[in-house]
């Protein structure tokens, strides 16, 4: 990378480049962090409704809160019709993003984990649970015990009246996270329901933590980087 290229990667703020149908062509660290949480469809979104009218750039103020992040401010650019960036500015009261913390884990089998977690559920509830996994992730390194814990006090968390539950096992495909300046693909944990909104503020999440965990009104989504 030259100097230029650093600059925008090592910045604190979100920077996307996104072509004419919404696919990612770049995003810095603290973008990487946001695309966790955001689907990237939410930002291009955002970026269409502040773009200048003509070829240029323009920097709008606004209040806008997206899961624990808040922005002030908004930067949008296209030069032509088949890209088009964006820069978001995070307000100094936004909560910053831990680090996570990938050293003394051990290589586990995911799917081994969700299943003793759903297993332990079945016992306390009458959920019935759907299972989608991609066959084709390999055993990584995790923090197994901090892992089945949080599985276990999402599946407490679902009421009584949930009577079905989807979880899914799968690759981000296209998505990266940067740990130590080296890159992680993600696999993305989905426990989801639709019959009644389920209470997630009692799960505990460390700091230290080897997994981001994303919390909605019915569904958790934990990231893990794929670290072999």
Same mark, same amino acid.
Request: avoid cysteine; aromatic fraction near 12%.
């Given at each position: 990378m030259n100097f230029f290229e650093n600059w925008v990667e090592m910045d604190l703020n979100p920077i996307l480049s996104f072509s004419s149908n919404a696919k990612i062509l770049y995003s810095n660290s603290e973008a990487q962090f946001l695309l966790n949480r955001i689907k990237p469809k939410e930002i291009f979104d955002l970026a269409l409704t502040y773009a200048?009218?003509?070829?240029?750039? /323009?920097? %709008?103020?606004?209040? *806008?809160?997206?899961?624990?992040y808040t922005f002030y401010a908004i930067t949008v650019m296209y030069e032509n019709?088949?890209?088009?960036? @964006?820069? *978001?500015?995070?307000?100094?009261?936004?909560?910053k993003e831990t680090n996570l913390n990938i050293k003394n884990i051990n290589t586990t089998n995911i799917f081994t984990l969700v299943d003793l977690a759903i297993s332990t559920s079945k016992i306390k509830s009458n959920i019935n649970f759907t299972k989608k996994y991609d066959p %084709?992730?390999?055993?990584?390194? /995790?923090?197994?015990?901090?892992?089945?814990?949080?599985?276990?006090?999402?599946?407490?968390?679902f009421s009584n009246e949930t009577k079905n539950v989807s979880c899914s096992i799968l690759l981000k495909v296209g998505e990266h996270i940067k740990i130590?300046?080296?890159?992680?693909? *993600?696999? %993305? @944990?989905?426990?989801?329901?639709?019959?009644?909104?389920?209470?997630?503020s009692k799960i505990n999440i460390k700091d230290s933590n080897s997994f981001i965990i994303t919390c909605d009104r019915n569904q958790v989504v934990i990231d893990l980087p794929l670290v072999l």
């Open positions: 200048p009218k003509t070829f240029g750039a /323009l920097t %709008s103020y606004i209040d *806008l809160t997206m899961q624990n019709d088949e890209e088009i960036h @964006v820069k *978001l500015y995070k307000s100094a009261m936004v909560k %084709s992730i390999p055993e990584f390194k /995790l923090d197994a015990n901090s892992f089945i814990k949080t599985l276990n006090q999402v599946f407490e968390a130590d300046e080296k890159k992680y693909s *993600l696999i %993305s @944990v989905n426990i989801s329901s639709y019959d009644k909104n389920s209470d997630f």
